[in-house]
């Protein structure tokens, strides 16, 4: 392969890989921000559920209280009717009502007390939550500045590295121009590929002797495995 043909191939196969990276940094700024954004959102649901089970729990605590009051108060007048029995069998009822009432108060007493507990779990959870999306909205707001200011440097890079394969594409010989072209839509970045030592850089297959003997006699050759446009490694 001629010498400026070999040159020209590594170097169109330098500047593809490097606008490549270029592109890949264009791209990975906008997802990357998009999963922080998605963060985001997940977080605020999580907190939304959080407080929806707060809100069940409270309004579970309550209405215990009130059937709480609402049993003291039945217990009170019970105990009023207790003094007034007007004999034995009245007497013994009540006060096995009052009884039963009592121990029913104080299961709802400890059942009140552990939705308390929850409560106050819930409220924690909850403050957690809230630190954790504070932190993400703080940190989604810091990353866009960072891809905004970033970008306008690699659309740059990006403009001067295309120009830069125009002009070496152009210098290519026509038959050689048409097949890279055509591996290029193809495989982008990945159209060419050095050997190194005697193999192909993209599939790591070993070139046989006569492929490379054609190679540095200026032969366009392509890997029988992958289909690679090749050039020498050293060149």
């Known amino acids: 392969m001629e010498r400026s043909l070999t040159n020209r191939l590594k170097q169109l196969h330098h500047l593809h890989l490097q606008l490549k ?17 998605q963060l985001i959102l997940q977080k605020q649901a999580d907190l ?14 309550d209405q215990k ?7 003291e108060a039945k217990i009170h007048e019970l105990k009023a009717k207790l003094n007034a029995a007007s004999s034995n069998r009245e007497f013994d009822i009540i006060k096995k009502q009052i009884e039963a009432d ?19 779990a819930g409220q924690i ?21 960072d891809v905004a200011a970033a970008e306008m440097g690699l659309q740059t890079r990006a403009a001067e590295l295309k120009a830069a ?5 152009s210098h290519l010989p026509n038959e050689a121009s048409i097949v890279y072209r055509r591996l290029v839509l193809a495989h982008g970045a990945g159209a060419l590929a050095a050997i190194e030592g005697t193999n ?9 002797p006569q492929m490379l ?22 060149a």
Do not use: W
Not at 24 to 35: C, M, N, T, W
Not at 65 to 71: I, T
Not at 165 to 169: G, K, P, S, V
Not at 214 to 234: A, E, W
């Open 21 to 37: 990276d270029v592109q890949d940094h264009l791209e990975r700024g906008p997802r990357q921000l998009k999963a922080r954004q």
């Open 102 to 120: 009592t121990v029913a108060n104080s299961v709802l007493e400890d059942e009140i007390l552990e939705s308390l507990e929850k409560v106050d």
């Open 213 to 234: 003997l054609g190679l540095r006699s200026g032969q366009l050759m392509f890997c029988k495995t992958c289909g690679r446009l090749l050039y020498p490694g050293d």
């Open 125 to 145: 959870a909850a403050r957690q939550i809230e630190s954790e999306l504070a932190t993400a909205k703080a940190e989604e707001t810091r990353f866009a500045a």
């Open 48 to 61: 939304d559920e959080q407080r929806q089970k707060q809100k069940a729990l409270k309004m579970a605590a």
């Open 165 to 169: 394969l125009a002009e070496a594409e």
């Open 200 to 208: 192909c850089s993209c599939c790591y297959v070993n070139i046989p």
């Open 65 to 71: 209280s009130l059937q709480l009051k609402s049993n």
